[in-house]
Nanobody, 119 residues
Framework: QLQASGGGLVQPGGSLRLSCAAS????????MAWYRQAPGKERELVAS???????DYADFVKGRFTISRDNAKNTVYLQMNSLKPEDTAVYYC???????????????WGQGTQVTVSS
């Protein structure tokens, strides 16, 4: 249902762009978000974006990361600039999707993509 891509190895100060596309039976895609989980740590919210574009960011990425979405493609992006070693983690996308007009909003998670920031 959610396919994430764009992770990789980058040097400190570098940039990466993550993408996550929703597919399948979709009536509407509501909120979309990126989370991350570093080894030995709990999963944490990085950024979120509502259907009309309202965004929210964790303090540790403000000014460096930008979340955006393409509603026509049911895709959310995370532009990551000025990356730091502490940004190393598996990044997961999450979307709240309504599959039918009368159906409930359900949470869906992508498979995760590894981001490694190292020299």
């Amino acid at each position: 249902q959610l396919q994430a891509s764009g992770g990789g190895l980058v040097q400190p100060g570098g940039s990466l762009r993550l993408s996550c596309a929703a597919s399948g039976n979709i009536f509407s895609v509501n909120s979309m978000a990126w989370y991350r989980q570093a080894p030995g740590k709990e999963r944490e919210l990085v950024a979120s974006i509502m259907g009309r574009g309202w965004t929210d960011y964790a303090d540790f990425v403000k000014g460096r990361f930008t979340i955006s979405r393409d509603n026509a493609k049911n895709t959310v992006y995370l532009q990551m600039n000025s990356l730091k070693p502490e940004d190393t983690a598996v990044y997961y996308c999450k979307s709240v999707i309504q599959s039918t007009r009368s159906g409930p909003d359900l949470n869906y998670w992508g498979q995760g993509t590894q981001v490694t920031v190292s020299s």
